[in-house]
């Protein structure tokens, strides 16, 4: 199949479905897919990073450290916030390597607070940033005070909900 091809054509979740199932049934042409979130067509580099979200919840041991240094550089460097949504949601799912760029670490402390990003990005950043706690718990004090000390009334009822279950989890750790 060319998927290149294919991610140029108007798009379902059905279609992403049978891709995706496509992939599972030949996992050789993951590595296909997800190089097409690299690609200069910026509708294919969306919708290949959509089915790759896709992919990493059911196999998230496919992503290796290269594809989250990748994915973190391209997040950081993109403008489109559908695709930067697409490599966080991947990153979320994966396991995080042990050393993760403070340059990443900075983008979504920032992404989290900034009314700019996407609810679905400002989410993603928290829930990346509680995995990085895991991983380096100085930065569990960090990640509760700026979430505690911002001024949430002003933001929407998902970064409400998604600040309110990272502060219960950082708190019952």
């Known amino acids: 199949m060319d998927y290149s091809e294919q991610l140029t054509k108007p798009l379902s979740k059905l279609f992403i479905d049978q891709l995706i199932l496509e992939v599972f049934a030949q996992p050789a042409d993951f590595g296909i ?19 790759c979200h896709r992919i990493s919840d059911k196999h998230p041991e496919w992503f290796t450290e290269k594809h989250f240094n990748e994915l973190s550089s391209l ?8 695709l930067q949504r697409g490599c966080l949601g991947i990153i979320s799912n994966m396991k995080l390597p042990n050393s993760i760029p403070v340059e990443f670490i900075n983008a979504c402390f920032d992404w989290m607070v900034s009314p700019k990003s996407a609810i679905a990005v400002q989410a993603l950043s928290m829930k990346i940033l509680y995995a990085i706690c895991k991983i380096e718990p100085d930065f569990k004090q960090e990640l509760q005070a700026n979430l505690q000390n911002i001024d949430f009334e002003n933001y929407s009822p998902g970064f409400k909900c998604s600040r309110k279950k990272i502060l219960k989890l950082l708190n019952t750790k």
């Open 33 to 51: 897919v997800y190089r097409l979130i690299f690609e200069l067509d910026e509708k294919v580099r969306l919708r290949a990073a959509w089915a």
């Open 75 to 82: 997040a950081i460097s993109t403008k489109n916030s559908g």
